[in-house]
């Protein structure tokens, strides 16, 4: 099989992180990475909009153990389309520290969703980004989540907040719980305090089994100094943001690496201060195992195991 050619300006994930000063709870989950490839084992998909490096399983299980947590979440990253094998090769190769969030088209069949299920699945990924994804037919992920939902999966929503208003209502007729990720990507160079990360809220606030990953400060900050060279207080603009979820939900927030942190063009940062990042956003030791080990578990693993 052919090698694939990154994409132009790709960043390659960090190698030789560093170890964290915050050492994560026992059973901390990272509740959102990816893997990429190898792309002469599992091709990337043809409709892909990016060509990543490979960023294979082996390596983020040795991330993992690098950096203290106890288990992975690996959500299916666009390039790979539909295809999940990588990303279920991944699963079974982890003896049940590692559960995912696979990609569905409509027409997926009820024995492949259940195929999907004993390999660990438990959610599935529908993705508004633009510069990611192809816009589905709101039928189309209507007719997906009527053959998940009786696996008890959940629906993981990607968005940018300026489409929020328009996705809303298809969010909340969604009748199976959602998790929200990168927390709804708002624009930090806005006030935390002001209308739009308040509908933001509010759509937290419309149902109570609504989640939010409160990932990828590496994405959203604007001003922060990034996770390089020693800095344990990283993304400072993020926090506020971030903060308030954690205090107002803490019971269904999430927090993951986001490794190997597909499309950033700035820098790359060093996944062991990234999770120093996580105090700053979840101040006391109630919350931080909350985030980090009750709140993944209950959704992931319900039966601890
Ligand atoms: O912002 C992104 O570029 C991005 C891409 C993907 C993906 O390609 O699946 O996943 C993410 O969580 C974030």
Not at 236 to 260: C, I, K
């Amino acid at each position: 099989m052919t090698a694939f050619e990154k994409t132009p300006g790709w960043l390659d994930w960090y190698a030789g992180p560093s170890r964290p000063g915050f050492r994560l709870p026992e059973g901390a989950v990272d509740a959102h990475c990816h893997v990429f490839g190898p792309g002469t084992e599992f091709p990337y998909a043809p409709e892909r909009k990016y060509t990543p490096c490979d960023a294979s399983k082996d390596q983020l299980f040795a991330l993992r153990d690098h950096l203290g947590f106890s288990r992975n979440v690996v959500v299916q990253a666009t390039c790979h389309g539909a295809d999940n094998t990588a990303m279920v090769d991944a699963l079974r190769a982890s003896g049940g520290l590692a559960r995912g969030v696979a990609t569905l088209r409509p027409d997926v069949t009820d024995a492949e969703v259940r195929e999907l299920h004993e390999a660990g699945v438990r959610g599935v990924r529908f993705n508004f980004v633009r510069r990611l994804v192809d816009a589905a037919p709101r039928q189309d992920l209507l007719d997906i989540v009527g053959k998940i939902a009786p696996y008890g999966w959940h629906v993981v929503v990607y968005f940018e907040a300026a489409d929020l208003p328009d996705l809303r209502d298809l969010f909340l007729s969604i009748p199976v719980p959602l998790v929200i990720d990168h927390m709804g990507r708002p624009d930090t160079a806005k006030d935390p305090e002001g209308p739009d990360f308040e509908a933001f809220l509010n759509l937290l606030r419309a149902r109570p089994d609504i989640w939010c990953k409160v990932t990828c400060p590496e994405r959203l900050t604007v001003s922060g100094p990034p996770a390089l060279d020693g800095e344990r207080a990283a993304y400072r603009d993020v926090v506020p943001f971030a903060r308030r979820v954690v205090e107002e939900f803490p019971d269904r927030v999430l927090w993951g690496t986001d490794w190997p942190h597909p499309n950033l063009t700035d820098h790359m940062p060093d996944d062991g201060l990234l999770v120093d990042f996580v105090p700053h956003i979840a101040p006391t030791p109630e919350l931080r195992r909350k985030l980090l080990v009750d709140n993944p578990t209950r959704l992931y693993w319900p039966d601890g195991h």
